[in-house]
């Protein structure tokens, strides 16, 4: 009873999983023609679609963009260089050698 009660589950998983592949590949294919073929072009849509970009319209959002990754350059530098000065300028240990 069990087995055949555990062919029946993995068959309905399998079935459902066989219909959403034909779903996300009709819709990817959807999505494609829609975007020209032009598989940047449609993660660039999506990217506009769900806020992870903005586009930028005029100058001042250009300027406001570019300056909001200046200061996160500035932080990085200002982490890195203290750690980097320290390993450029730690003393090297002498080691004795030995015959």
């Known amino acids: 009873m069990e087995k055949t009660s555990s062919k029946t589950i993995s068959r309905v998983i399998l079935g459902i999983g066989s219909i959403m592949c034909l779903w996300v590949g009709a819709a990817l294919t959807g999505a494609l023609s829609q975007a020209n073929w032009s598989i940047s072009q449609l993660a660039g849509q ?15 959002d250009f300027y406001t963009h570019i300056k909001g ?8 530098f200002f982490v890195a260089f203290p750690a980097f000065y320290r390993y ?12």
């Open 88 to 99: 450029i300028s730690k003393e090297k240990k002498k080691v004795p050698v030995t015959k």
């Open 69 to 76: 990754i200046e200061y996160l350059i500035c932080v990085a």
């Open 46 to 60: 999506y990217m506009v679609a769900s806020g992870m970009i903005k586009p930028l319209h005029t100058l001042v």
